[in-house]
């Protein structure tokens, strides 16, 4: 049973800089895609991002695009999401997911929750003055 331990959240300032990290456990990560989500106060959940399990394929979200990146490091079972220029409205709980096996990651393919099967707990990101 694959479990996610997402970490690294906390308060930022506008401008400012995070870096997310998922601890995965219980099973391997190396043949799936994976993914990060968030959702803030009100809002649904929306995909944030995914790679690929060789890390050489990502998507994102376009509101975050060319301010995120996300990586892995399958040998130490992490998922990453460094996260720059940091403003407000990313303020949110953020989970590391991972998709059902036939989800394909790719830039011309959503990000859809439906589509991921196990989620960690989430970490808050706070951006504020």
């Known amino acids: 049973q694959l479990q996610l331990v997402e970490s690294g959240g906390g308060l930022v300032q506008p401008g400012g800089s995070l870096r997310l990290s998922c601890t995965a456990s219980?099973?391997?990560?190396?043949?799936?895609?994976i993914g990060w989500f968030r959702q803030a106060p009100g809002k649904e959940r929306e995909g944030v991002s995914c790679?690929?399990?060789?890390?050489?394929?990502?998507n994102y979200a376009y509101s975050v695009n060319g301010r995120f990146t996300i990586s892995r490091d399958n040998a130490n079972k992490m998922l990453y999401l460094q996260m720059n220029d940091l403003k407000s409205e990313v303020t949110a709980i953020y989970y590391c997911?991972?998709?059902?096996?036939?989800?394909?990651?790719?830039?011309?393919?959503?990000?859809?929750?439906?589509?991921?099967?196990?989620w960690g707990q989430g970490t808050q990101v706070t951006v504020s003055s």
């Open positions: 790679i690929d399990s060789s890390g050489g394929r990502t």
């Open positions: 219980g099973a391997t990560l190396d043949y799936n895609a």
């Open positions: 997911a991972e998709p059902d096996p036939m989800y394909y990651c790719s830039a011309d393919v959503p990000i859809l929750q439906h589509s991921f099967a196990s």
